[in-house]
């Protein structure tokens, strides 16, 4: 079931090309309501684009990942083992991991469809039960309409989602419901989007279970960029408004307009290649709460990642990637309060494949080796 999020997704950064991941959650969560909708079956199963395109090039049939701690003593503790199988198209069909004593104690099963779209996501424990199970279903476009979770041991229904289109392809309901025990069908609610004639959105709105109108968002501003006054109380009110740059960089900004009449903002400053290249929240007080900065160089890599304290002004924490010959992240140094916290060193092989990860502390000392190996088709 799609779930309303506010900030996760964080937990792929790194995973293996530390260049291609190099993300935060606000390039997740540009929805013009604030609001994400979170699918299961793509957080467990879907792969994110460059490492999917990293298997086909590579023609990888097995990709293993074994990490351990070093403790203080400089020795290999807590090692845990994970075991990827992906098909000739790149998708991922099977993913084990092992604990500590290299027993098996999860198995992930991935199911795609002839466009290899994902349609069954299964997790069996290390008792061979059945603990999560996911399907989807998609349209002749490969847009996804529905979408079930399934209570533990994979046969009863506990929460659906289904998911209707207009000629464009744009998203005008998306529907949730919950099952009880017996099967019983309730809905949860439901959103519905209106849709201006040149396609830019009109207004949305958020439906209880019971069928109430709880909350509008209106899309719509005055010649100042000001959101127009407020329909009703239950009402926020949402002006989107861009600003070009004669290099082609963009600025977006967000305001928004409660049922009290709060005004909050968000500005996205955008590079002219579309990189975004800082982030800021103001609260209604008109004071920062929330800014990151980014810097890109001419392959479109991140060089650097700033977050700043509460009124975007001081630094908080610093990352800064470098980057070798090939263009791949050799080396992503953090600081925090001016202070050096972790350096992550990556090597690869002669074919681009990251083979290790070092990760080295304050003082220098390892804390954390990950290493991984490859069997081709």
Known sequence: MKKLILIILVLFAFKAYPQKYFYTPYQWMESDT???FFSMINFYGNQMPAEKKIIVK?????WKIQSYRINKKGDSVRPWLNVNTFDTHGNKISQKSFDSKNRMWQHNIFQYNDSSKIVSDISINRKGKTVRKDSAVYNANGQQTSEMNYRRGGEKVSNKTNTAYNKRGQITEISSFKYDKKLKEKSWGRY??????????????????????????SFACDPTGVAKKSKGADSTNVC?????????SKI??????DKKRHITKCILKYDPKGNLTDYTYYNRKNRITARYSYVFN???????????????????????????????????????YDKLTRTNVYLYN????????????????????????????
């Open 252 to 257: 977006k900004t967000m305001i928004y307009t």
């Open 298 to 336: 001419t392959d479109k890599n991140a060089t650097s990642y700033i977050q700043y304290k509460r009124g975007g002004e001081k630094i908080f924490c610093k990352d800064d990637m470098e980057y070798n010959s090939n263009k791949l992240c050799s080396k992503r140094t953090r600081y925090c």
């Open 192 to 217: 519905v989007t209106i849709y201006n004639a040149d396609g830019t959105k009109g207004e949305t709105k958020w439906y209880d279970g019971k069928g109430r109108l709880t909350q509008t968002w």
């Open 34 to 36: 604030r609001v994400g």
């Open 58 to 62: 590579n023609n990888i049939r097995e």
């Open 350 to 377: 002669e074919n681009g494949l990251h083979t290790t990860t070092t990760i080295y502390n304050h003082d220098g000392k390892k804390t954390r080796i990950t290493q991984n190996s490859y069997t081709f088709y």
């Open 240 to 248: 989107i408004k861009y600003e070009y740059g004669s290099d082609g």
